[in-house]
């Protein structure tokens, strides 16, 4: 049986809206403040990605690791998220948000929610990633905490094209 999402809010999952703070030199946009993170979201690693338009990364979810992504002005994203966590409330439902180019923003995913995105703008997308886990463990020699839905043709997990 296929799982049947809903869409509604998401428990645990934070969007915060970037500042951008201009002047006659340039810009300066701040990503994350330790003040400001709950501990067990702090990045023990970071990645920046480029996403051509039209592209789609993911749908994949992690077992214990949080990512905070940040999503910049370069592109236009859409962030697809969906509750696959059984013990959650708001377990089966689905979220679409708009994020970067005129919202640059910064989003946490915790473990269980799977996400994908979307580079819905006519130019390359910069991502960045902070996750609170290091990718493949210490020194690279742990299992991957990763599980990827994207090449599963009867996953319940679908971009709207």
Do not use: C
């Not at 002047?23 to 501990?39: H, M, P, T, V, Y």
């Not at 702090?42 to 920046?48: A, T």
């Amino acid at each position: 049986m296929t799982q049947q999402f809903k869409f509604g809010e998401i428990d645990g999952i934070i969007v915060k809206p970037l500042q951008k703070f201009s002047d006659s030199r340039g810009w300066l946009l701040e990503l994350f403040r330790e003040d400001e993170i709950d501990k067990n979201f702090l990045p023990k690693m970071s990645y920046i990605s480029m996403t051509n338009s039209g592209v789609v990364r993911g749908p994949h979810e992690h077992k214990d690791q949080a990512d905070m992504f940040i999503f910049l002005e370069s592109s236009k994203f859409k962030l697809y998220l969906w509750d696959n966590r059984t013990k959650s409330k708001t377990y089966l439902n689905k979220k679409i948000i708009e994020v970067g180019e005129k919202l640059p923003s910064m989003v946490i995913i915790p473990p269980g929610i799977v996400h994908a995105y979307k580079n819905i703008g006519d130019g390359n997308g910069i991502t960045l990633n902070f996750p609170n886990k290091l990718f493949g463990g210490f020194n690279k020699k742990e299992v991957v905490d990763e599980v990827r839905h994207e090449s599963n043709p009867n996953s319940p997990f679908k971009i709207d094209e």
